[in-house]
């Protein structure tokens, strides 16, 4: 009979922080609405509908959604530092490669077979739905691999998957109080070096263009486990006065072609960036870190998928219900994408991710355990055993270390 040890004795999860699931929400409602109603492209949505003139107002505002990228950011520096407190470099890499990949494997297969019945119908398909390209999705990696993206928000994946790399070295460090502010320290230092050199192999490994929005999350953090004191304020201002001096270069990525309404303003930009932190703040740190509720937290788990469907799925949804009715508005077809990929998001987190993400994390967390895994077979082979339930119980403690 296998005998299952621990070295470390069964913590249980820390409550959830609702007010952070909120904003995560938050974060991608912008992102919607910049994908929706702030692009720039001319004749957007067909038929001569065009954004500045049908929706001006919505339009003006929404231009300044791609924020929501950057808010983002901020949460992961936050919620990353978070999940990697007290868990082994092992353990954190089990946690991400769960909880991304069910769901995004899932949506790049629905991608590809919506983009296929399209070109089977005759019609255009708005994402690439070839052997090879769709291949080099599923690695989440498509860029480094030189193939086109199926989802068109995966990009942010890569960036959000070097900064776990980067966390993962700190761990196998050591991840400590002290060694956290002096890796944000460095990590912001070395990328300042890096943006002076111009050099796009440290700007790559450094992500100098976001590492203070990471480093600031991660100082706030530091600040809700361990209570602010001087040195966590000097860092987190010294991330957010580089974060906002290098936002600079994104707002320029950002500018809108003549003719086509007015580009986003820096000023703007940073005010609207810095409300977000001090939202975050609130709800980490801050006096909103009690809140409980049911409704947030599903906001939260809704975010990703939501995330990762709303403009390859939700987008060809609206420009359909434009089709077939033409005479409906573009609000209305606006609100009608959004609701599919909410409803779409709320179908993939109760079939996909609460199904396969358990599964996948418990597979994988055997593979790296001897032990594990014979108690993994122990329980699968003696399921009407009086001692399966026991061994079931220290299972799930272990698994959730």
């Known amino acids: 009979m296998p005998t299952l040890t621990r070295s470390k004795p069964f913590r249980p999860a820390a409550p959830r922080l609702a007010a952070v699931d909120g904003l995560r929400l938050l974060a991608a409602a912008a992102v919607a609405a910049y994908h929706y109603l702030g692009t720039p492209t001319r004749d957007f949505w067909g038929q001569g509908r065009d954004l500045p003139k049908a929706l001006p107002l919505l339009h003006a505002?929404?231009?300044y959604g791609w924020?929501?990228?950057e808010a983002f950011f901020l949460i992961s520096g936050f919620v990353i530092c978070m999940?990697?407190?007290g868990r082994t470099p092992a353990q954190f890499a089990v946690s991400r490669i769960a909880r991304l990949f069910p769901l995004y494997w899932t949506v790049v297969v629905l991608i590809v077979l919506v983009g296929s019945l399209a070109v089977l119908a005759g019609q255009r398909s708005g994402a690439p739905t070839d052997l090879r390209t769709s291949l080099g999705n599923l690695t989440m990696i498509p860029g480094p691999l030189g193939v086109q993206a199926t989802d068109g928000v995966a990009w942010t994946l890569w960036v959000e998957a070097r900064f776990y790399l980067l966390m993962g070295v700190l761990l196998l460090v050591g991840l400590t109080y002290r060694r956290a502010v002096a890796f944000g320290f460095l990590w912001l230092g070395l990328a300042a070096i890096g943006r002076e050199l111009h050099s796009a192999v440290l700007d790559e490994f450094l992500l100098s263009q976001y590492a203070g929005l990471f480093v600031t999350g991660i100082a706030l953090y530091l600040m809700y486990r361990f209570g602010p004191n001087a040195l966590l304020w000097l860092l987190a201002g010294f991330a957010w006065c580089y974060t906002l001096t290098v936002l600079h270069d994104?707002?320029?990525?950002?500018a809108v072609p003549a003719g086509r309404g007015a580009s986003p303003s820096?000023?703007?930009s940073a005010a609207l960036l810095t409300g977000f932190l001090l939202l975050l703040a609130l709800a980490g740190p801050?006096?909103?870190?009690g809140v409980?509720?049911?409704v947030l937290i599903l906001a939260g788990a809704l975010t990703y998928p939501f995330y990762l469907v709303h403009q390859s799925l939700g987008i060809p949804v609206a420009r359909m219900v434009l089709k077939v009715l033409p005479?409906?508005?573009?609000?209305?077809?606006?609100?009608a994408g959004l609701a599919f990929s909410l409803a779409l998001a709320f179908a993939l987190d109760r079939w996909v991710d609460r199904r396969l993400r358990p599964t996948l994390r418990r597979h994988l967390t055997a593979a790296l355990d001897p032990a594990i895994q014979q108690a993994l077979s122990a329980t699968g082979e003696s399921a009407k055993s009086p001692l399966s339930t026991g061994r079931s119980d220290v299972l799930k403690n272990t698994l959730r270390r």
């Open 61 to 63: 505002v929404s231009g």
């Open 67 to 69: 924020l929501g990228v």
């Open 83 to 85: 999940s990697c407190w």
């Open 250 to 254: 994104r707002v320029a990525q950002h």
């Open 266 to 268: 820096w000023a703007v």
């Open 286 to 289: 801050g006096p909103f870190k």
């Open 292 to 294: 409980r509720s049911r």
């Open 327 to 335: 005479g409906l508005g573009l609000l209305p077809a606006v609100v």
